[in-house]
């Protein structure tokens, strides 16, 4: 089959914009074929672009003759079409486009490595394999919108209290918190690493615009195969000056509530795709707070959980966790041995200034008070066994007057996991990267 040349089409329209609105409208619709049928005397053509489908149809005496005898499409097809809109209630939408020209710019083979027919959704890594054509799916298209929602939701609500949106350094010279899971890479002559975090640059930044975010990329070099984890994660990165952990802790619950009040408003049919119209709610706010020896209580006298001081519950206790405490709550007032030099102990100096924002069994959050004098910095990056010189131009910073403040990390990936209703975090990322993908 010979392909046919773009020339001087260019659309006029998504399929968003094919409404009874502009009935007898001539349009040029551009997409892949999602599904086709021939009946003989009348085929209809399912049309798919990145808002969703409409349905060409042709029947026979009502299209030239030509098109209708020559016309042969495969699934995914590249085609462009022009027509006219007409009403009609059994067609998606209650539109239906009458052709009067079709271009097929590209074609597939003739099977397909996974489903695209909605009917099946294929096995997960068999579609990972093929991500560029598993990314058309109707579910996928319905949770990228959402994502995009979240990303757009965000940027709003900070810049409409004083944030400045910052881009921080992916290259780094030494370990943002110390520990094990960075992955080397050669720079020049020597080694760095890929960033595990924005903490340090965005510590230093809040010195300078007060309050700050960034939302990017970060790499955790963590060999954990679970649902839960990936190796290049899309985090929220949030700091505050003249503020503790108690302003933070009010602040992300707004933000929340404001996300997804406004994915309600703006994608309610993605969410209606993906059956989570009632699952995905505008929660309550405040959220509530359990210290950290409250946790270990509760899963101790109702699960028989026992929780040694300085240990994190382990997974199986944050499941029964989930299931007694269900939608957004924190966890304050961790002990200090668990955290990073740079948290802010509290008066007893066993405990810190530091929450987790869980959903269920779910971390999405960590955050806290931070160390904001260098004497006492410095102490705290030798006390965890680090050497303070690594991180002398990070020191430095805190010799011009660093203001107290705190904030916080929140994955996108996994929040978006929770708000998609998704069973596996890869579902949540374009291109995930684990211990065992590296492509595509």
Not at 2 to 29: A, F, N, P, Q
Not at 69 to 88: D, H, P, S, T
Request: charged share 30%; with cysteine.
């Amino acid at each position: 089959m010979s392909l046919d040349k773009l020339g001087d089409w260019r659309k006029t329209h998504y399929t968003k914009d094919i409404t009874t609105k502009i009935v007898d409208k001539e349009v040029i619709l551009g997409g892949w074929v999602r599904n086709f049928r021939d009946l003989g005397g009348l085929k209809f053509i399912s049309i798919q672009d990145k808002y969703g489908e409409r349905q060409i149809t042709l029947k026979k005496g009502v299209v030239s003759d030509e098109l209708f005898e020559n016309i042969r499409v495969g699934y995914q097809y590249c085609l462009m079409v022009k027509g006219k809109i007409k009403a009609f209630n059994a067609a998606p939408g209650g539109i239906e486009i009458i052709p009067s020209e079709i271009k097929i710019l590209n074609k597939t083979p003739e099977k397909l490595p996974i489903d695209m027919t909605g009917e099946t959704i294929s096995e997960l890594d068999l579609r990972l394999n093929h991500r560029a054509l598993d990314l058309r799916s109707l579910r996928n298209q319905a949770v990228f919108e959402i994502r995009g929602e979240v990303l757009r939701s965000i940027r709003k609500f900070l810049f409409n209290r004083d944030f400045t949106e910052i881009s921080t350094p992916k290259i780094i010279g030494s370990a943002t918190e110390g520990g094990t899971e960075l992955f080397p890479i050669m720079y020049f002559e020597r080694e760095a690493f890929l960033t595990q975090s924005a903490q340090l640059y965005k510590e230093q930044l809040s010195g300078v615009y007060e309050r700050v975010f960034e939302l990017s990329d970060c790499f955790r070099a963590e060999k954990s195969r679970t649902k839960r984890h990936i190796c290049e994660i899309f985090m929220l990165d949030v700091e505050m000056s003249f503020v503790t952990m108690e302003d933070v802790l009010k602040l992300l619950e707004e933000l929340v509530n404001s996300v997804i009040k406004d994915i309600r408003e703006n994608k309610m049919d993605a969410l209606k795709y993906l059956h989570m119209e009632d699952k995905t709610v505008v929660p309550e706010i405040p959220f509530p707070r359990y210290k950290y020896e409250e946790i270990r209580e509760i899963l101790s006298s109702k699960f028989g959980f026992d929780i040694e001081f300085g240990e994190e519950p382990s997974t199986e206790a944050l499941r029964k966790l989930g299931e007694e405490i269900q939608g957004y709550y924190y966890i304050t007032h961790y002990p200090m041995v668990i955290k990073p030099f740079y948290i802010m102990p509290t008066e007893d100096p066993k405990y810190s200034e530091s929450f987790d924002l869980q959903k269920g069994m779910l971390e999405l959050t960590s955050g806290g008070t931070r160390v904001h004098n260098k004497e006492q910095l410095t102490n705290a990056i030798e006390s965890k066994g680090l050497n303070s010189i690594s991180f002398k131009s990070h020191l430095g910073s805190f010799d011009y007057g660093m203001p107290p403040h705190a904030g916080f990390g929140l994955g996108i990936d996994r929040w978006l996991t929770i708000l998609c209703g998704l069973d596996d975090i890869r579902e949540a990322v374009m291109y995930p990267r684990t211990p065992d993908r590296l492509t595509p």
